[in-house]
């Protein structure tokens, strides 16, 4: 064992033993052990996926994109920003080339220079694959004979696939290539002849069995190579509403082979806010809880919550809501936390905020422990993430309800005192929290950060995020909403005099099972603010209804807020609000209305 491992290992244990809190420590189900880091530390990557869209946009991957993104990532690097690795994501390869060829005219050049660069600058360069399926590939001729049925992914127990993969791998590695992505992994490929006489699960067990054994030997090899594993390994990560355990079991037995199993891409989770961008933190946040609670430590977990850009992959986010983003990624544990997208507009004092944020946080991971809190979120209940080490704790809290909320901050005792007095480090505008010893009160879908110890000093204040805005109020307010056609509910209410109505549409199916909508993604798909309309009158006067969903969502949706300033409503005269869903299949429709103030 290095010294830096020794190091942080008895820190870690130290920080264990000193701190007291309610939570069990996560213990493998197979092995009845703890599940021990695979990296020496946490470290930081920049991918570079969501600069560029080759799935839900058109958005092409080029020489001349990366390179850019290079020097963006190096600029960042001399304000302070920490990145060890530089992940070239998909469709670098030429389709006909087994991925050792570039793709031309995109890279007329191939690699060299690339890796060169990163290399010069001490970022370790890193490369995607598509495990073992077609994806903007075809087949190599010595992986024809692992082909199944359909031709879109190969077996990794038949045929010449596997032994050619793993040759891949190697000559990428001798390359300088030091980080290697798996995803679309297909665990169910079989040639026809085998899924003929072998069941999905024997056939399962068998890939799985395939893989491992090669990713063995490889990092037996190569034992600096970092793997991470991406779609395919296991988990439900489309929806926040599936109950444990998961159809597709996420197996344990991949975090020896793999630094880190990741969660899903951003999307909007099932928890309705009137912040788009606070339902897509919840999404990550209970994504990594459900990992959480089948045993993965927070460690061995990648949320891919952080990504900002302007492709159709992240809704045309640029830069909105970032801070609080970028501050749950860090809090979630996962020592390898990444940052995607387009570094050109991080600038200036953000990226002197970055590097604060990465300081504490690398700190709070590498040298203390890091426990979630609280209640699962896509069950709408408040929760959190808290940091600890000798010298203080952190408390990244979220309310994702509807209402005012007081959450518990599980106690730490340190030396057999407590930490002291907090301070709310962090916070969106609007709402202002109150802390009382461990209890912090928060408006309704806010976050906020507190810190205790030597995390309660101004060092660590991270400022108020102006572009999310929390009630200061919120009331709800009886209405009945009826259905009056397929797909439309409307109630008539007697309107506020002040404040603003908040309504709230969740669409089900008959049964009462959340149903999400999918409309597409860029370029054709369908803008969800058309697929779930708003709309209110007072008479023969329309009333403007205000949104945060109006985006092309690739990923679905399932709900709807729209909020109506009274400042715009005639006094005294009934106001009919409506909702219409574009939705195919047979659903119900459930809405609620709040009045809140600003």
């Not at 749950?328 to 600038?347: D, K, Q």
């Not at 060092?459 to 009331?475: A, C, L, M, N, W």
């Not at 409309?519 to 023969?540: D, H, I, L, R, Y």
Request: glycine share 10%; proline share 7%; aromatic share 12%.
């Amino acid at each position: 064992m290095n010294r830096n491992r020794y190091s942080i290992t008895m820190t870690r244990l130290l920080a264990a033993v000193l701190v007291t809190c309610a939570i069990t420590p996560l213990i493998s189900s197979a092995q009845n052990e703890p599940i021990p880091p695979m990296l020496s530390e946490p470290i930081s990557v920049y991918n570079n996926w969501s600069s560029y869209d080759e799935l839900s946009d058109n958005i092409q991957l080029t020489e001349s994109l990366a390179m850019r993104e290079l020097d963006e990532l190096l600029r960042l690097k001399r304000a302070g920003v920490r990145f060890d690795y530089y992940m070239m994501d998909a469709f670098w390869f030429t389709p006909e080339g087994g991925y050792r060829t570039w793709r031309k005219p995109s890279w007329p050049n191939g690699p060299d220079a690339w890796i060169a660069k990163c290399q010069q600058n001490g970022v370790r360069p890193g490369l995607w694959f598509s495990t073992n399926t077609l994806v903007k590939i075809q087949a190599a001729p010595s992986w024809r004979d692992s082909l199944n049925k359909d031709g879109s992914a190969m077996s990794l127990f038949e045929g010449g696939f596997l032994p050619d993969f793993m040759d891949v791998l190697q000559f990428w590695y001798d390359h300088g290539i030091r980080m290697f992505k798996f995803d679309f992994l297909d665990l169910y490929a079989a040639t026809p002849a085998t899924a003929a006489r072998l069941t999905r699960e024997e056939i399962k067990e068998r890939n799985t069995t395939a893989l491992r054994d090669a990713l063995f030997n490889f990092r037996k090899k190569n034992p600096d190579a970092v793997l991470i594993a991406f779609n395919g390994f296991g988990g439900v990560l489309d929806n926040t509403f599936t109950p444990l355990p998961f159809k597709d079991p996420a197996d344990q037995r991949w975090l020896s082979d793999f630094a880190m199993e990741y969660t899903g891409d951003p999307r909007p989770s099932d928890v309705p806010e009137a912040s788009f961008w606070r339902s897509v933190d919840i999404y990550g946040d209970h994504m990594v809880r459900r990992f959480e609670q089948l045993g993965f430590p927070l460690e061995r977990v990648d949320s891919t919550s952080f990504m900002v850009g302007n492709t159709g992959t992240i809704y045309y986010r640029g830069m909105h809501e970032w801070k609080g983003a970028y501050l749950l990624m860090m809090a979630h544990g996962g020592w390898v936390n990444t940052v995607h997208g387009n570094l050109e507009s991080i600038r200036g004092d953000d990226a002197s905020w970055m590097a604060r944020v990465q300081a504490l946080f690398f700190e709070l991971q590498g040298a203390g422990r890091i426990h979630s809190f609280g209640g699962i979120p896509g069950d709408i209940e408040p929760y959190g993430f808290s940091g600890v080490t000798t010298r203080g704790a952190v408390y990244v809290a979220v309310n994702p309800a509807q209402r005012v909320e007081t959450i518990t901050l599980p106690r730490i005792i340190f030396n057999q005192a407590p930490l002291g007095t907090g301070r709310v480090q962090f916070r969106d505008a609007g709402f202002v929290p109150i802390l009382s010893g461990n209890r912090v009160t928060l408006g309704p879908g806010q976050m906020a950060v507190v810190g205790y110890g030597a995390y309660a000093s101004p060092k660590y204040e991270f400022g108020v995020q102006q572009d999310v805005v929390i009630p200061r109020s919120i009331e709800p307010v009886p209405a009945e909403f009826h259905s009056t056609g397929i797909g439309t509910i409307e109630a008539t209410i007697d309107p506020p005099s002040r404040g603003v109505l908040r309504v709230i549409v969740c669409q089900k199916t008959p049964d009462g099972v959340t149903r999400r909508t999918w409309a597409g993604g860029p370029p054709t798909g369908e803008n969800m603010g058309k697929v779930f309309a708003f709309s209110a009158t007072q008479g023969s006067r329309a009333v403007p209804v205000r949104i945060d969903y109006n985006k092309i969502i690739w990923s679905g949706l399932s709900w709807a807020v729209g909020e109506i300033d009274a400042s715009g409503v005639l006094p005294g005269k009934p106001m009919t609000i409506q909702f219409h869903s574009s939705e195919k299949g047979p659903i119900q429709l459930e809405a609620k209305i709040y009045v809140v103030t600003y």
